[in-house]
């Protein structure tokens, strides 16, 4: 069963047991892909944090405001997750104090440092002109662009997953291979809620892409 | 074990698709329960269980009316001493036979030999990693749940670097294990979930062939590494792998030929939309998030009334399986306390079922005073035909650290004559045995706990399950091992109940396969019912001192003047029981006594 590890050779081996125990060794190791992953889901995830943090001045709407609590709180814990998970492997945690500070986002500007991914945006992340143009709106027309957005935001994460789990040699590690399942898990069903919150929202006769 | 979020409460309303979604299930056997009755239970604030000291080998340990009499320690190659709570090596769920105890784990099982239950040794471990390792045996096969991508089809601890590989396995993996040093896989079925967990199914009128019904939960592999599999997020796409169970049909003389044989949309609703049961969300002002019901967490098969209870994501629902290849949904139940159906379990007689919430996945601390006694508790339902009726809630009634993972986990009955009791584990809330006879006020009778795994933080760690083997409580910690407990007489529970639960015996015993309890004719047994009688005011203190100076009489005599006696204590009994304010016990005293006569 352990033909491979027989295979490694005893310099390399004896080096991995001095710095784990015989049985960890064994186990597969996180990878770069696997950290780009954690890195850039933070990123992802505190844009979602921005998008909230525009709700409660927006709508008046309860099911939207009650979601957006639930992707806050959600995403809030998975960030402090993915940030201690870099952190236990001496990695570098991306910044995102601009981002976290959602009441600075929300009231002041677009085009503050903390907006200033649009070079290494993730899949489904909003720019900083569709961020300004969603702060803009009010009423129905936020609800309705916040959805939408978030949708896409939401299938981007699940691009990312799909993303991470086609790279080869990631996701082995088991707390990695966790953490991409819930999120795949979580913002699959997230999708299907706002679709459906959408397609109620939407006037007669207009129905969304899903 | 369960890969979810930690979304702690957040107030919410009715969305107009939920209410909408609804008013369409009404009419498809959903139940929709507003709460239950008799959340009554309190925690408590004067418990020694408050402030224990942290420690990995040394945490603090307290325990009333059970006693921790065995351990096993973790073995070295089933743990990473850099990282205790690391994940890929976390100890999961048992499974019994004979004298041995199956320990599932994220790094494959360790078989325990419990001949001498105070001094567990271990008799093998086979490194098989893939998460969550969850077993079940039957006969000389070995049922084995694989989920994770690093999962090999050779049990290889290397992982699987190729995105879509041959080498990669998900799903239910068969091992003989006819020479317990050597098991053999003799088949590994792959599913397109993988298997979080799965159940045995044993149809009684099918000796050749034995089922497993296959939950799985995390993410869906691609359809070019397994035919088939698709990860359509739709709501209408019917080709997608979620909103499934599999099930794989096991030719018990060829179980080398196991393989998928039904993947029943079991949610569907009667329009045949395959999501038809709870689509994700809140249920009003107050309540609690429940995750979208896509997957069944748990399945417990109870094949003697032919139902399996379905602890599956947003709903609890009931299966009758006397078809097994073929289950068909009954009853889909919601509690808007619920944030992840993890488990069920049916009392004997099956006229209550108890399902657990693992708010937060089992991986946050969710017993901490701020959280609701009805959040990540159990919730118990009366069950009568296809109707299931919400009738309490039962919580572990202390609270716990920020730095213990704690929320309602696996157990098993505890073979109590005449009671409903519970020995459940609590992850770092260490283990509870409760009584749920009466739903409403479901009321704990033993505890045990240990200290957090680390003062400063939250390790993964606590008990996974645990479970009553004839006679012993076996509970699977995820760091530490393996523990055995005994119960010890208190006013909530006497010598002769305990005795009389003692009684009762299995060859094999697979927790969630749960298995009819039936008690055979004994002095004991009567006594545990006379020990009832008494402790309930079931009838008057006169009638029950009698009774007793009876039983001890007809002991005494042997042949046919002990069975003279019996019988006519039974009569009398007879007359009793229209007059006691406990009639019911009291004809089942009536029945044990008649029944040592017979004997």
Same mark, same amino acid.
């Given at each position: ?32 892909? =696997? ?134 040699? $990631? ?40 | 074990? *369960?890969?979810? $979020? ?12 939920? /209410? ?84 599932? @784990?994220?790094?494959?099982? !360790? ?15 086979? %490194? ?13 096969? &070995? ?12 049990? #290889? ?50 000796? =050749? ?14 359809? $070019? ?24 049909? %096991? ?8 393989? %998928? ?24 002002? @107050? ?66 079922? /108890? ?6 996945? #089992? ?43 704690? %929320?309602?986990?696996?157990?098993? /009955?505890?073979?109590?004559?005449? +009671? ?64 055995? &407990? ?18 009762? +015996? ?72 229209? *007059? ?6 009291? !004809? ?12």
């Amino acid at each position: 069963m352990n033909e491979s590890f027989r295979a490694i050779p005893i310099v390399l081996a004896l080096a991995l047991i001095a710095t784990a125990t015989a049985s960890a060794q064994n186990a597969p190791r996180y990878t770069a892909a =696997d950290v780009r992953f954690m890195q850039g889901m933070i990123g992802h995830h505190a844009q979602a944090l921005a998008m909230t943090a525009l709700i409660p001045a927006r709508t008046s709407r309860q099911d939207i405001r009650s979601l957006g609590q639930r992707i806050e709180v959600s995403q809030k814990d998975e960030i402090a997750m993915m940030k201690q998970w870099l952190k236990d492997r001496h990695r570098q945690v991306p910044p995102n104090d601009a981002m976290h500070d959602h009441q600075a986002a929300a009231d002041h500007s677009m085009n503050m440092p903390g907006m200033a991914m649009s070079d290494t945006l993730m899949p489904g992340m909003l720019t900083t002109e569709q961020l300004a143009e969603l702060a803009r709106t009010n009423g129905d027309e936020f609800d309705r662009l916040f959805l939408k957005d978030m949708i896409r935001h939401h299938e981007g994460a699940l691009v990312m997953v799909a993303s991470l789990l086609g790279t080869t040699g $990631s996701a082995q590690e088991a707390e990695v291979f966790r953490f991409a399942s819930e999120v795949d898990s979580d913002q699959r069903a997230e999708i299907a809620r706002m679709t459906a919150l959408l397609d109620a929202l939407a006037p007669t006769g207009v129905t969304t892409h899903r | 074990m *369960t890969p979810r $979020s930690t979304v702690p409460p957040s107030p919410t309303r009715w969305s107009i698709i939920r /209410l909408r979604h609804l008013l369409v299930l009404a009419g498809s056997l959903l139940a929709v329960t507003a709460g239950a009755q008799g959340d009554s239970v309190a925690i408590s604030h004067d418990d020694p269980r408050i402030g224990l000291r942290a420690g990995y080998q040394d945490a603090a340990e307290v325990a009333r009316n059970l006693e921790l009499v065995g351990h096993g320690a973790r073995p070295q190659n089933f743990g990473n001493a850099q990282n205790l709570g690391d994940f890929a090596f976390l100890n999961g769920d048992l499974a019994f036979k004979g004298d041995l105890v199956f320990q599932g @784990g994220f790094n494959g099982f !360790q078989v325990w030999d419990i001949s001498n239950p105070k001094s567990p040794t271990l008799r093998t471990s086979f %490194v098989c990693p893939g998460g969550q390792g969850d077993p079940s045996i039957y006969k000389n096969l &070995l049922f084995f749940s694989v989920e994770e991508t690093r999962g090999r089809l050779d049990c #290889g601890a290397q992982g699987v670097t190729d995105t879509v590989s041959a080498e990669r396995f998900r799903g239910v993996r068969i091992f003989d294990i006819s020479d317990l040093d050597h098991p053999k896989q003799v088949a590994a079925v792959q599913t397109c979930r993988g298997s979080h967990t799965h159940t045995l199914v044993i149809d009684p009128n099918d000796p =050749d062939n034995v089922y497993i019904y296959v939950s799985g939960t995390s993410v869906v592999r691609s359809g $070019s590494e397994l035919a088939g599999c698709a990860r359509g997020a739709s709501l209408s796409d019917t080709t997608t792998s979620l909103f499934r169970i599999d099930i794989i049909k %096991v030719p018990v003389a060829a179980p080398q030929n196991a393989r %998928v044989v039904n993947s029943p949309r079991i949610f569907a609703d009667s329009a045949g939309a395959i999501a038809g049961l709870w689509l994700g969300g809140a249920h009003g002002a @107050g309540t609690q998030t429940t995750t979208q019901t896509n997957m069944c967490h748990d399945i417990t098969v109870y094949s003697a009334i032919g139902l399996a209870a379905g602890a599956c994501s947003g709903n609890g629902i009931l299966l009758d399986i006397h078809d097994p290849v073929h289950p068909k949904r009954i009853a889909a139940v919601i509690d808007p306390n619920f944030a992840y159906w993890h488990s069920a379990t049916f009392n004997n007689d099956g006229t209550k079922v /108890l399902f657990s919430d693992e708010w937060g996945g #089992g991986m946050a601390p969710r017993c901490r005073p701020t959280d609701k006694i009805t959040w990540g508790a159990d919730a118990i339902f009366y069950r009568a035909g296809d109707k299931m009726t919400a009738a309490g809630h039962y919580k572990l009634p202390v609270a716990q650290t920020d730095q213990e993972n704690c %929320v309602a986990h696996n157990g098993s /009955l505890i073979p109590v004559p005449g +009671r409903d009791i519970m020995a459940q584990a609590w992850y770092q809330g260490g283990v509870s045995v409760f009584d749920f006879t009466d739903p409403a006020h479901a009321t704990e009778i033993a505890f045990f706990d240990r200290g957090p795994m680390d003062s400063t933080k939250l390790l993964l760690g606590g008990d996974w399950g645990t479970y009553w083997y004839n006679g012993h409580i076996y509970a699977s910690e995820i760091d530490r091992g393996l523990d055995v &407990l005994d119960l010890k007489p208190s006013d909530q529970l006497s010598q002769n109940e305990i005795d009389a639960a003692k009684l009762v +015996r299995f060859d094999v015993f697979n927790p969630q396969n749960q298995p009819k309890l039936v008690w055979p004719a004994s002095y004991v047994v009567a006594r545990a019912y006379l020990d009832q009688l008494v402790r309930d005011k079931g009838i008057s203190s006169d009638r029950s001192s009698a009774i007793a100076r009876d039983l001890a009489r007809a002991e005494k005599l042997k042949g046919t003047g002990e069975r003279a006696a019996l019988t006519q204590l039974a009569n009398r009994l007879d007359q009793d029981a229209r *007059t006691a304010s406990d009639p019911t016990r009291v !004809q089942s005293l009536a029945a044990t006594v008649r029944e040592l006569a017979k004997r």
